[in-house]
């Protein structure tokens, strides 16, 4: 009898197969992803079980593969946000908006995006700074993010509140929402619809603005500015469309970059005062640098996943090959790719001159992020203020409240004369 004949009999054994695998990626997955990467790297669970995919040429190979192995956010994006790229890998929709999108988000903006972000988290910690104690994520790596969709991007939102409550609502469901929880699924449609009312009273507005100030300069602004050939099929609702994507797609994944930044730091005293070092002198490349690698030992994400269309075959002609067969939920571990001591020299150690492409932060492929630029500036930026304040450490652990994402971490320094 077969492990899947077995499971089949005893459908118990399948649950507690799943409660394991939970419990190990959420507790300990990197002992999780050094088991499988170094024993069955693409890992086909018996059944109707996920694929873990583990080994960093083979992440990539998938990842390389979006017509074959699809996104599965459309279905929770759709109800939101409308046709949107995200979900809509290979086809028009995905090539126009994206394209439109990265044209008007130029890398001319770095300079501004940099001196923005400084003041706004400075704006940030000093409200705070007499406390001599910050909570991080709700007064700083969420708040600046939020204050930048709106400065950069033109979409500012009513108000603070309105726009974290989008923010969290539609990350929960279109990235995190396996078990399609309908309550998450129903908060997500809720926050689409608040905010296409909010954007479709702004546009007109921002309209009317324009005509009185055409210098005015952000992302919403460069597209009502822009003239799109009907032909294109690039009109208002695709416009609605992206403006929210700017807010769902950026202040989360900052917010849990930042934290796990400083807390891998503050775990390393000596690598902790170069950084300091390099925060102190405003050496933005250098820090850059801690910041990434830092971020390599506790990723925002443990895996992307994936939805096999058709079989295929991974890493052919090698002894880990595997088919994996059409319907098959994939889940690539970037995680793990990013610890393959086959291609990553000396994993287990922190080295800040590694190649850019050992990252993956940032996704890999076509679903590289949108902002990656931005992300490079705003999130060094964010961990420079804090690393300048004196003696800075933490006095608090972080706190995910059972969710996906820090909910709080604390820090205090020493009083600044």
Same mark, same amino acid.
């Given at each position: 009898m077969t492990t899947t004949d077995t499971q089949a009999k005893n459908p118990s054994q399948k649950g507690l197969v799943a409660k394991f695998l939970g419990y190990m990626i959420e507790s300990k997955p990197d002992l999780l992803f050094g088991m499988i990467r170094n024993t069955r790297p693409n890992l086909v669970m018996p059944g109707n079980g996920p694929v873990f995919i583990t080994r960093f040429n083979d992440v990539q190979e998938v990842l390389n593969l979006p017509d074959i192995f699809n996104v599965t956010y459309g279905p929770m994006i759709d109800p939101c946000v409308g046709p949107f790229m995200l979900g809509r890998d290979c086809t028009t929709i995905n090539q126009r908006d994206k394209g439109i999108m990265k044209s008007?988000?130029?890398?001319?903006?770095?300079?501004?995006?940099?001196?923005?972000?400084?003041?706004?988290v400075n704006e940030a910690v000093e409200h705070q700074i007499q406390n001599q104690k910050i909570e991080i994520v709700n007064t700083v790596s969420r708040w600046v993010p939020?204050?930048?969709?709106?400065?950069?991007?033109?979409?500012?939102?009513?108000?603070m509140k309105s726009m974290f409550r989008w923010s969290l609502a539609?990350?929960?469901?279109?990235?995190?929402?396996?078990?399609?929880?309908?309550?998450?699924?129903?908060?997500?449609?809720?926050?689409?619809?608040?905010?296409?009312?909010?954007?479709?009273?702004?546009i007109p507005e921002r309209r009317e603005a324009l005509q009185?100030?055409?210098?005015?300069?952000?992302?919403?602004?460069?597209?009502?500015?822009s003239h799109f050939p009907e032909a294109i099929h690039f009109d208002d609702e695709r416009i609605v469309a992206n403006i929210m994507g700017t807010l769902v797609g950026g202040v989360e994944t900052t917010s849990q970059a930042v934290v796990q930044i400083l807390d891998q730091l503050f775990k390393r005293p000596k690598i902790l005062e170069q950084a300091i070092k390099?925060?102190?002198?405003?050496?933005?490349?250098?820090?850059?640098?801690?910041?990434?690698e830092a971020l390599r030992f506790n990723p925002i994400n %443990?895996? *992307?996943?994936?939805?096999?269309?058709? /079989?295929? @075959?991974?890493?052919?002609?090698?002894?880990?090959?595997?088919?994996?067969?059409?319907?098959?939920?994939?889940?690539?571990?970037?995680?793990?790719?990013?610890?393959?001591g086959r291609q990553?020299?000396?994993?287990?150690?922190?080295?800040?001159?590694?190649?850019?492409?050992?990252?993956?932060?940032?996704?890999?492929?076509?679903?590289?992020?949108?902002?990656?630029?931005?992300?490079?500036?705003?999130?060094?930026?964010?961990?420079?203020?804090?690393?300048?304040? %004196?003696? *800075?450490?933490?006095?608090?652990?972080? /706190?995910? @409240?059972?969710?996906?994402?820090?909910?709080?971490?604390?820090?205090?320094?020493?009083?600044?004369?």
């Open positions: 008007l988000m130029q890398r001319e903006d770095l300079p501004f995006i940099r001196e923005k972000v400084a003041s706004l939020l204050k930048l969709t709106g400065e950069y991007f033109g979409f500012p939102g009513p108000d539609t990350q929960l469901d279109m990235f995190h929402n396996l078990d399609n929880d309908s309550v998450i699924h129903q908060n997500n449609i809720d926050a689409g619809h608040e905010m296409k009312a909010y954007l479709h009273t702004l009185k100030k055409p210098e005015m300069d952000d992302i919403l602004s460069r597209l009502l500015k390099a925060a102190k002198t405003d050496d933005n490349h250098l820090l850059y640098q801690y910041c990434w %443990p895996f *992307v996943v994936r939805r096999c269309v058709r /079989d295929y @075959k991974i890493a052919r002609g090698t002894l880990r090959s595997a088919t994996i067969k059409a319907g098959s939920l994939v889940f690539v571990s970037t995680r793990s790719a990013m610890k393959d990553i020299p000396a994993a287990s150690q922190f080295c800040i001159d590694r190649p850019a492409y050992h990252y993956l932060h940032m996704g890999h492929g076509m679903h590289t992020c949108l902002g990656d630029q931005l992300s490079r500036v705003q999130i060094p930026e964010i961990v420079k203020r804090i690393l300048k304040l %004196p003696n *800075v450490r933490p006095s608090s652990a972080m /706190d995910f @409240k059972g969710g996906p994402f820090p909910e709080s971490y604390s820090i205090e320094f020493d009083s600044i004369d």
